[in-house]
């Protein structure tokens, strides 16, 4: 388990949104680690993990009408197997922590890792479920 930091990027819900920004990230050198891309009222909303947030962070500053913002993200391994998401979710929801955000980083064949973004009020209780020191 670690924390990271996940990059969100607010764009507009057109046909090569998603282009525009992995071709600034990729022509730049970025790897992208984990993404998580889909629409909202309008907007095109990608969440992106990446080993170099400053050349993330960089490179999209140079892309017009986009929003971007960052943000801790808990990279959880957990089990390979049925009802384990089920589990740690229901941790987090006994304990009224609210989530942003979760989807999978990378799976192998005995463990997935999960990025886990709780609302802001709710990192630190989040840390603490999922046995997190900080």
Do not use: C, H
Not at 1 to 21: F, T, W, Y
Not at 51 to 68: F, N, P, Q, W
Not at 79 to 103: H, M, Q, V
Request: aromatic share 4%; glycine share 6%; hydrophobic share 45%.
């Amino acid at each position: 388990m670690i924390v990271m930091k996940e990059i969100i990027v607010m764009a507009k819900n057109d046909v090569g949104s998603l282009a525009q920004v992995s071709e600034a990230l990729g022509s730049t050198g970025v790897n992208i680690e984990a993404i998580s891309a889909y629409g909202a009222s309008g907007k095109a909303v990608f969440r992106i993990i990446t080993g170099d947030v400053t050349t993330t962070l960089k490179a999209l500053s140079r892309l017009s009408d986009i929003e971007v913002e960052q943000a801790d993200t808990i990279i959880f391994k957990m089990i390979n197997r049925p009802g384990e998401l089920a589990k740690i979710t229901r941790k987090l929801a006994n304990r009224g922590i609210n989530l942003e955000s979760l989807y999978i980083v990378s799976r192998k064949q005995d463990f997935t890792e999960v990025a886990i973004r709780p609302v802001e009020k709710d990192m630190e209780k989040t840390k603490e479920v999922l046995g997190i020191k900080s």
